[in-house]
């Protein structure tokens, strides 16, 4: 059974960088059935993407983040990380890493079949 | 930017049906995909590309869709189905997009 599992200080002062690691375990990130992606909930509010990467390296981003956000993959770790920048008390949430299907013609569905179980990071001084 | 537009909330007695719409231009074009989420936990699929079930999710869940609206049904609900449930779906340029979500009271 595929697992993820977010990480990453749950405290991050304003304008400075959030990092946060995505582990995989019982699967691989070099898959190429799946892609990986984060997404947040502030609290009390909605879903949000943020980010997805292949493992050969492909990416694509949120417009409304993509000047801020940098999203990678280690192979050797099985992980995948995201970094979002310059950050504010706006970027306070839920952060999720989760995996995406690739389908049998190669599209990359919607289809987020699993989750990691999400980890807070508060923006505050 | 692209929006999913669903209703803030939809109320359903045990055994009723629960019937939870999405709209948005691009869904003639884009499939659309469900996810229902319990308080303190991640977002479960519940509906894939439309209209098809994930193993595990039980038949009392199905989706459809029609033009510029989908719609997730829950027939038969039960007091487990009480979550928010979003929509989401994919803009002209490929970006995901979840839906504004929806919560289902069972009353």
């Known amino acids: 059974q595929v697992q993820l599992q977010e990480s990453g200080p749950g405290l991050v002062k304003p304008s400075e960088t959030l990092s946060l690691t995505c582990t995989v375990s019982g699967g691989s990130v070099s898959s190429d059935n799946y892609y990986w992606s984060w997404i947040r909930q502030p609290p009390g509010k909605g879903l949000e993407w943020i980010a997805y990467i292949y493992y050969s390296g492909s990416t694509k981003y949120n417009p409304s983040l993509k000047s801020r956000v940098t999203i990678s993959v280690d192979m050797s770790n099985n992980q995948f990380s995201l970094r979002l920048s310059s950050v504010t008390a706006a970027d306070t949430a839920v952060y999720y890493c989760?995996?995406?299907?690739?389908?049998?013609?190669?599209?990359?569905?919607?289809?987020?079949?699993?989750w990691g179980q999400g980890i807070l990071v508060t923006v505050s001084s | 930017s692209y929006e999913l537009t669903q209703p803030p909330s939809v109320s359903v007695s045990p055994g009723q049906t629960a019937r939870i719409t999405c709209s948005g231009d691009a869904l003639p074009k884009q499939y659309a995909y469900w996810y229902q989420q319990k308080p303190g936990q991640a977002p479960i699929l519940v509906i894939y590309?439309?209209?098809e079930r994930p193993s595990g999710i039980p038949e009392r869940f199905s989706g459809s869709s029609s033009g510029t609206t989908v719609t997730l049904t829950i027939s038969g609900v039960q007091a487990e189905d009480e979550a928010d449930y979003y929509c989401?779906?994919?803009?002209?340029?490929?970006?995901?997009?979840f839906g504004t979500g929806t919560k289902v009271t069972v009353l």
């Open positions: 989760a995996r995406g299907v690739i389908d049998s013609s190669g599209y990359y569905s919607g289809a987020f079949d699993r």
């Open positions: 989401l779906s994919a803009d002209s340029s490929g970006t995901w997009v």
């Open positions: 590309k439309d209209t």
